[in-house]
């Protein structure tokens, strides 16, 4: 079965979207991206060296620009000014990359989206011509003002970043998603393979993750299953999952038994 899906101008398979902080080391971070079978990759620029360091170990040596799409993000940032400087260092580190995941957070204790300075910030990347993937609240009207200001993509949060608690209200989820007309994704809060399934069940696009793999106990293989749970999930959703009742409903038929 063939199921892509569209971001921008860019034609993807993977519904899978990886992280590359906090591993050991580069090469875990290579086998973990590897194993988990995605095809955006996501960049701290003021946290890891893709260029802006010199000499010092650089990411794209083991993640190269020709083979996965890179997608920088504004992790740590605290305003609209801030991440909006990051995401013009990373175009002209990157020879111009447009791509981006905006991310402006509230503070440091809850790092929760600060919805108000991401309006902003996006306002002005997309005027500049980014495209904009934007990390954000599961609140619907703010994912319709991200779309409307030109977002290319909708990242509602599952829960809290680097939490682990999985999707605590699939309800906002599902009224963001009856609205969009551009991907939503899943960004923050998985903990583990099943928290990937019920998200790719509701119908998401997508699902990015970091922490779950990453500080794991066996990040590699945590990121195989990873993989393989947004797969299942999608076809899930796909296929159409059976009616809930309140009565059991008996698998085999009720007439025509053998007296």
Known sequence: MSDTWTLGSRTLHSRLLLGTGKYRDLEQTRLAVEASGAEIVTVAVRRVNIGQHGAADNL???????????????????????????????????????????????????LYPNVVETLKAAAILVKEGFEVMVYTSDDPIVARQLEDLGCIAIMPLGSLIGSGLGIVNPHHLSIILERAQVPVLVDAGVGTASDACVAM???????????????????????????????????????????????????TPTQGRIQ
């Open 60 to 110: 794209l040596s083991v993640l190269p620009p020709d083979r996965y799409t890179l997608l920088p993000n504004t992790a740590g940032c605290y305003d609209a000014d801030e991440a909006v400087r990051t995401c013009r260092l990373a175009r002209e580190l990157l020879d111009d990359h447009r791509l981006v995941k905006l991310e402006v957070l509230g503070d440091p204790q809850t």
């Open 201 to 251: 069940e509701l119908g998401v696009t997508g699902v990015l993750m970091n922490t779950a793999v990453a500080e794991a106990q066996h990040p590699v293989l945590m990121a195989q299953a990873m993989g393989q749970a947004v797969a299942a999930g999608r076809a899930a959703f796909l296929a159409g999952r059976m009616p809930k009742r309140v009565r059991a409903a008996a698998s």
